[in-house]
């Protein structure tokens, strides 16, 4: 298996442009899904807010419920890039199990996600999913539906998955997720986990290649340490605030999103030297400039879509978050 002749720009699009492919089968225009989402293209390195973006235009212009679930399953090792073949070339599942859970990023996760094994039971559980707001049964439906997919390729089997726990209610497109995901499905569950059979783990990967599979960890580990990584707790409050645009978002709603008390949520910000307000900001910051850079919307929607109200508020917190008006900064951008 060889690895992608680009790596480091080839290897970012976190399996995201299946979903594009998906929508293109139904009629609609990628470019278009592409603009809704403030991106001109999926090349190059994308952050959590663009690929939340990404996500929220694609559920917005899917005609078929089932589109998550049928982009998951169009997924292969080299939409991934050298994330993908890092993993397939791994000497065992174990390994590549081991490398992409150190990486997730990478595979486009935009939750926290830890693992536990009882027993023969491995557990992967997502932390704090209601902070995707009503984005989340597209998520969680294309981001497993995409894992399943690619682990199965790896191993040129079936992945073994067990269990699938989601903590929304049953879907009107649910009698999918069994023929998707091959387990028991449980909904409106109290945690959302994945649980396999951990004996996959022992298996070797069909296309093991030590050197190839250190290139490209490398590339992986040089990605990670170039990019903007924000520690767990902002990731999870960044995905809190990008799925509440368009309205005000408040410390109580977001501390109990993330699962914390306010006191508690400002302490460990105060702890990773920055606050909510601050994580709010640059948050918002962040998706007015792409709005800027890559949409004709008006200012007075802009504003709106970030969360104020007032077009007059959302110019002076956009001086001070860029130090130039959003007139000047679409101009010079």
């Not at 069994?178 to 649980?195: D, G, Y």
């Not at 490209?216 to 170039?226: G, W």
């Amino acid at each position: 298996m060889t690895p992608p002749t680009s790596p480091l720009q080839d290897s970012a699009a976190y399996g995201l442009r299946v979903l594009l492919e998906e929508l293109a089968a139904q009629g609609v225009d990628g470019a278009s899904v592409l603009r809704s989402a403030g991106l001109r293209t999926l090349k190059g390195q994308l952050t959590q807010p663009q690929r939340l973006a990404l996500l929220k235009a694609a559920s917005e212009a899917a005609s078929d419920p089932l589109t998550a679930l049928k982009a998951g399953q169009r997924q292969r090792v080299h939409h991934f890039g050298v994330y993908g073949f890092a993993l397939a070339t791994s000497p065992t599942f174990g390994d590549a199990f081991t490398f992409g859970r150190q990486n997730l990023e990478l595979a486009g996760a935009v939750l926290r996600i830890t693992y536990r094994q009882e027993g023969t039971t491995g557990i992967l559980r997502s932390h704090n999913p209601g902070a995707l707001g009503t984005l989340l049964p597209f998520a969680a439906e294309f981001w497993r539906s995409s894992m399943v997919t690619l682990l199965s390729e790896i191993l040129e089997q079936p992945f073994p998955s067990t269990l699938m726990r989601f903590p929304y209610p049953r879907p009107r497109q649910a009698d999918a997720y069994a023929s998707v995901f091959n387990c028991p499905i449980e909904f409106s569950a109290e945690q959302m986990e994945w649980h396999f059979d951990t004996g996959v783990l022992e298996r070797p990967c069909p296309s093991a290649n030590s050197l190839t599979a250190n290139i490209c960890q490398d590339f992986c580990e040089a990605m990670i340490a170039s990019e903007d990584a924000p520690t767990p707790l902002q990731r999870e409050l960044r995905s809190f605030v990008l799925g509440n645009v368009g309205r005000r978002t408040t410390a109580d709603e977001a501390a109990q999103a993330v699962g914390f008390s306010k006191r508690t949520m400002f302490r460990r910000l105060a702890d990773e030297g920055t606050s909510f307000q601050e994580v709010l900001d640059k948050t918002r910051a962040s998706l007015a400039c792409e709005y800027l850079e890559n949409t004709r919307l008006p200012t007075s929607e802009i504003a709106d879509r970030c969360g104020y109200g007032d077009e007059a508020n959302f110019r002076k917190a956009f001086r001070r978050w860029r130090e130039v008006s959003p007139s000047a900064w679409r101009a010079r951008h």
